[in-house]
Antibody
Framework: QVQLQESGPGLVKPSGTLSLTCAVS?????????CSWVRQPPGKGLEWIGE???????KYNPPLKSRVTMSLDTSKNHFSLELSSVNAADTAVYYC??????????????WGQGTMVTVSS | EIVLTQSPGTLSLSPGERATLSCRAS???????LAWYQQRPGQAPRLVIY???SRATGIPDRFSGSGSGTDFTLTISRLEPEDSAVYYC?????????????FGPGTKVDIK
C-alpha cells in the first residue's frame, strides 16, 4: 500500500531554510494524487502549508507563500518542502499527506508519521 | 478565507455513549469538500470521514458524518476507549484561487 515518510534536519537556525523530503513507497510518484504538507506546532492544531501535483503544479497557503517552495523528484520518488527565513514560530511537526483519489471529494487519506523541526540557535 | 469553529472544545463521555461533534464554517462549504480526522497523542492524523459522509478505509461504522452548508457533524454512536483522541474537521475553499484547505481547532474526546 502507499506509504509516506518525512525526513530532514530536526534543528534549523533562525533565518535559515528548512528542507524536508517525503519519500513515497508503494506507488510511483508520477501516479500518486495531489499531496500536501501540513504542520502542527507543539500542543496546537493543524495548518495546511500547500500542495503539489505529480506534474509539478503547486499551490501554497497565502500566509506562507513568500517563503515556501515545493518540488518533486521522480527519479528518487519523493517530493520536497523548503521553507525559508524560518523563525521560532515555524517550530512544528511537519507531515506530508496524500489526497483521496475520489473525484469531487476532499480528504487526506495517507499520512507520513511526521518529523519534528525545531528552529533554534 | 473560511474559518472553521469546532464545539465543544472537550467532550467527556463514558464507553457506550454517543458523541456529537460540531464543525461550523464561516461561510457555506461544499459538503463533499468536508473531512474529519482523528489524532491520538503522538500520532499522525488519521482520516475518518471524507467527502462529508464517506467513511475512510478501516473506520468502523459507529463513525458517521453529516451536514450541509455551514453546519457539519461527526457522530460516534457507541464510544469505545480507543476513540479517545482529538478530532479535527477540514474543508477546502474552492471559490478562491488558490483553493485553500482549512482545519478547525479540534475537539478533544475523553473517554472516562
Amino acid at each position: 500500500q502507499v506509504q509516506l515518510q518525512e525526513s530532514g534536519p530536526g534543528l534549523v537556525k533562525p533565518s535559515g531554510t528548512l528542507s524536508l523530503t517525503c519519500a513515497v513507497s508503494g506507488v510511483s510518484i508520477s501516479d500518486i494524487n495531489w499531496c500536501s504538507w501540513v504542520r502542527q506546532p507543539p500542543g496546537k492544531g493543524l495548518e495546511w502549508i500547500g500542495e503539489i501535483h505529480p506534474r509539478g503544479t503547486t499551490k501554497y497557503n497565502p500566509p506562507l507563500k513568500s517563503r515556501v517552495t515545493m518540488s518533486l523528484d521522480t527519479s528518487k520518488n519523493h517530493f520536497s518542502l523548503e521553507l525559508s527565513s524560518v523563525n521560532a514560530a515555524d517550530t512544528a511537526v511537519y507531515y506530508c499527506a496524500r489526497h483521496v483519489a475520489v473525484p469531487t471529494t476532499r480528504g487526506f487519506d495517507v499520512w507520513g508519521q511526521g518529523t519534528m523541526v525545531t528552529v533554534s540557535s | 478565507e473560511i474559518v472553521l469553529t469546532q464545539s465543544p472544545g472537550t467532550l467527556s463521555l463514558s464507553p457506550g455513549e454517543r458523541a456529537t461533534l460540531s464543525c461550523r464554517a464561516s461561510q457555506s462549504v461544499r459538503s463533499t469538500y468536508l473531512a474529519w480526522y482523528q489524532q491520538r497523542p503522538g500520532q499522525a492524523p488519521r482520516l475518518v470521514i471524507y467527502g462529508g459522509s464517506s467513511r475512510a478505509t478501516g473506520i468502523p461504522d459507529r463513525f458517521s458524518g453529516s451536514g450541509s452548508g455551514t453546519d457539519f457533524t461527526l457522530t460516534i454512536s457507541r464510544l469505545e476507549p480507543e476513540d479517545s483522541a482529538v478530532y479535527y474537521c477540514q474543508c477546502q475553499q474552492y471559490d478562491i484561487s488558490p483553493a485553500l484547505y482549512t482545519f478547525g481547532p479540534g475537539t478533544k474526546v475523553d473517554i472516562k
